[in-house]
């Protein structure tokens, strides 16, 4: 292998002569190899973009000459455009608050930028990592507005997913609206619901998610870039840190704005904690739903069984016929792995200390994750689960007529104490409510009809109310 030397603070080491990256990234590589995982592909295309717009600005403000500051910006937007991703070999979780990450990127730019030029990789005197590409900047604020940039790309794409899930939930609603169901409380009969309406409940909680992905989303577009190091702006040219923020606006289109208080913006990560725990918040949302199509799923015969999941795989090695709810499965263990995840993400925001969170790293590696999966687990619950769900009608039906939880409508038109005895009744002979009602002459099967309508159970109406106060008049008037 043909290889190139490169120097820094700490001697010399010998590169591979094609590499992009150089003497900082290598030694990097040595220094964490921890995960085994690289830099997020969102985030190596969001500090792109970063460097990017400090490349223009100092280039209006003739702080690059124009020939080499042309090379550099199109080796950034070569970047943007998603190429070299395979010289970004830092790994993911690293010490120094990104440090390496950033020289990485550096290094990229410098050598890609020496090609355009025709010049050989590693001639620094040409065009230098530190010097030229990372002029103005620190780690500590490039690093940041590019969590934050990757951060809303991954999160429109995860809001998308969730209004496709609340799409498909309110079609649901509407078209099961007409099935009748035993609601459960401590998953013990309660009295009837519409399948419709559960259905709807869960749409109404994603619809808040959405609602909070929305906020933290419009916190995650103030940035501390011009920043420098610590918040005051050291080394950067004075027109720069006023400007460069506007030029990162104008080059992603999002209205990215500077922290009024650079020094906070810069030591504090808590926009970030704040969109975990929105993530958190919609994970256990998922989890919950998950949980419920299972228990109605389950069976076929010998569960509840009141609605059937799609197919997608055979569930058993060794029982024939037997299909797993393996979608909402990975759907629970996403929600196991995003709230793990925001656990870190809490701990390394509390981890700072004074001017600078060093934490960082191992934030976004678990925010973006979590941002991961629940985008992929959000669509195949969707297409694989939630599209292709089917009631049985019959068997809801059946269970509430069987159910003693039905006594709750007709206790209104018969007393609690009356309906108590008819329960125990029904409880002691296996009877059907409804038949002891009538062999009791409680009620009419006319009356019975109104009241146990699927619509006056679940959403009182006019029918049900007007019989309440009739059988009520009678009550007195037998007084």
Do not use: W
């Amino acid at each position: 292998m043909q290889e190139r030397t490169e120097f820094d603070a700490l001697g010399e080491l010998k590169i591979p002569a094609d590499a992009y990256y150089g003497v900082q990234t290598k030694r990097a590589a040595e220094n964490f190899p921890i995960t085994g995982y690289p830099v997020h592909g969102a985030l190596i295309k969001a500090l792109g973009v970063v460097k990017k717009a400090a490349l223009s600005v100092n280039m209006e403000l003739g702080m690059i000459e124009e020939k080499k500051g042309q090379a550099l910006l199109q080796a950034a937007q070569e970047v943007v455009d998603g190429k070299f991703q395979d010289q970004f070999i830092v790994d993911t979780i690293q010490g120094g608050a990104g440090t390496s990450f950033n020289m990485n990127m550096n290094e990229v730019l410098a050598n890609r930028a020496l090609e355009i030029l025709e010049e050989p990789r590693g001639n620094y005197r040409v065009i230098h990592p530190n010097n030229h590409v990372n002029m103005g900047q620190s780690t500590n604020d490039v690093v940041p507005t590019a969590i934050r940039l990757g951060a809303i790309k991954l999160l429109d794409k995860l809001m998308d997913e969730f209004r496709g899930l609340i799409h498909t939930l309110k079609e649901k609603s509407e078209e099961f609206d007409s099935v009748i169901k035993m609601g459960r409380t401590h998953l013990q009969d309660a009295i009837p619901i519409r399948l419709g309406q559960g259905l709807k409940a869960y749409s109404a909680a994603l619809e808040r998610d959405v609602e909070r992905m929305t906020d933290a989303r419009r916190d995650l577009m103030t940035v501390n870039l011009g920043a420098t190091a610590i918040g005051t702006g050291l080394n950067a040219h004075q027109e720069y840190v006023k400007i460069v923020t506007r030029k990162l606006r104008e080059l992603t289109e999002l209205e990215m704005k500077q922290a009024p208080d650079l020094v906070d913006a810069t030591q504090n990560q808590d926009e970030l904690v704040q969109l975990s725990g929105c993530l958190r918040t919609a994970a256990v949302n998922l989890c919950k739903m998950a949980n419920d199509l299972r228990l109605l799923a389950s069976g076929p015969r010998a569960g509840l069984g009141e609605i059937n999941l799609p197919a997608v795989q055979p569930g058993s090695s060794i029982m024939p016929g037997k299909v797993n709810p393996v979608i909402p499965e990975v759907i629970n263990q996403i929600s196991f792995q995003v709230q793990g995840n925001d656990h870190t993400v809490a701990l390394a925001g509390q981890a700072g200390q004074l001017e600078l969170n060093v934490m960082m790293p191992v934030l976004v590696f678990n925010l973006y994750q979590s941002l991961d999966i629940m985008v992929y687990g959000a669509k195949i619950f969707n297409e694989k689960c939630l599209q292709g769900i089917t009631p049985n009608r019959e068997r809801c039906q059946k269970m509430v007529e069987d159910s003693l939880g039905i006594i709750t409508a007709i206790s209104p038109h018969i007393g609690y104490e009356a309906a108590s005895r008819v329960a125990k009744k029904a409880l002691d002979t296996g009877k059907a409510l409804r038949q002891i009602l009538l062999e009791e002459g409680m009620l009419t099967s006319e009356e019975l009809d109104i009241i146990l309508d699927p619509r006056e159970m679940t959403e009182p109406g006019i029918a049900g109310g007007e019989l309440l106060r009739r059988l009520s008049d009678e009550q007195g008037s037998d007084k």
